[in-house]
């Protein structure tokens, strides 16, 4: 019997570019959440964007937010990971003076940015939709750093291997989306997340199921029994993935039409 499920948002539940979920998951999370299954939504967004996605049944689940960093239920917070502020300072002046690259400071409830082009600022509040906050120097935000990500509107892949070789030794580096790259503290990660929430409530890996499609999503999927890549995901993520689906949809539908068990 599940009691706990949790799945990625982009490249997910949000496939082909999709900025909403389909209203379907409103009715499947809510019996989910009848039957005593927990759904978790796990991502690299922040809080007040996944709330505002999942707005119809935001008070029934669970949110890993932050690829980790940030966990909340019952608007609780029940764990925050954080940067020291001086190695926060130094990947920020790497970003600040690398070409094509977009600073996102991830504070608890909002994110910091001082864009560089106005075409960022437009993706992060009109295409992201995020809670933004735009500071005229980026470098004297007061709050505590949770999580710096690189944003390249070409794509990370051309700067990815550099990210790693310069800070892998000092933070996570995990590719999130074909356009992010997001470095958090050591150890923080959707799989430490889960696996702190299974503590919590007392629910076993054998009773959990995951959903993802990225490298940031395979600590998760590591983390339960019952793993699914989608088939559009990375070929490491397939990999180590049991089970394989196109769309979350419908296994959360047999789910249900068979009591919670799998």
């Known amino acids: 019997m599940l009691k ?3 799945s990625d948002l982009d490249g997910t539940l949000l496939q082909d570019g999709k900025r909403d ?8 999370v809510h019996r989910l959440t009848q039957m005593g299954i927990l759904f978790v939504a796990a991502s690299g967004r922040q809080i007040p964007n996944l709330e505002r ?4 049944v935001r008070e029934e689940i669970a949110y890993i937010a932050e ?3 940030l966990s909340q239920y019952k608007n609780k917070i029940l764990h925050k990971d954080i940067l020291p502020r001086e190695l926060g300072q130094e990947i920020m002046h790497t970003i600040w003076n690398k070409d094509n690259a977009e600073i996102l400071l991830s ?4 994110c910091y940015i001082q864009p560089k082009s106005p075409a960022y600022y437009n993706h992060m509040v009109n295409v992201v939709k995020n809670h933004v906050t735009v500071v005229d120097d980026i470098f004297a935000v007061e709050e505590e750093y949770m999580k710096i ?3 390249d509107e070409r794509g990370i892949a051309q700067s990815e291997d550099y990210w790693k070789e310069t800070f892998g030794s000092k ?7 074909s356009v992010w790259l997001d470095m958090t503290p050591v150890g923080a990660n959707k799989g430490s997340a889960i696996k702190r929430l299974q503590r919590q409530l007392g629910i076993r890996p054998e009773e959990c199921m995951a959903f993802g499609d990225h490298y940031n999503d395979v600590e998760m999927l590591q983390a339960v029994k019952y793993s699914y890549a989608m088939t559009n995901a990375q070929e490491g993520v397939r ?3 049991r089970y394989s689906a196109e769309r979350v949809e419908p296994v959360l539908k047999k789910i249900i039409e068979k009591g919670g068990r799998v």
């Open 107 to 110: 504070g608890e409830r909002t």
């Open 21 to 28: 979920l389909e209203p379907e998951m409103w009715e499947l």
């Open 4 to 6: 706990m499920i949790a």
């Open 67 to 69: 690829n980790g960093c």
């Open 239 to 241: 990999q180590i993935c």
């Open 53 to 56: 996605l999942f707005a119809p």
């Open 171 to 177: 933070v996570t580096v995990v590719t999130s989306g």
């Open 149 to 151: 990500s690189v944003y």
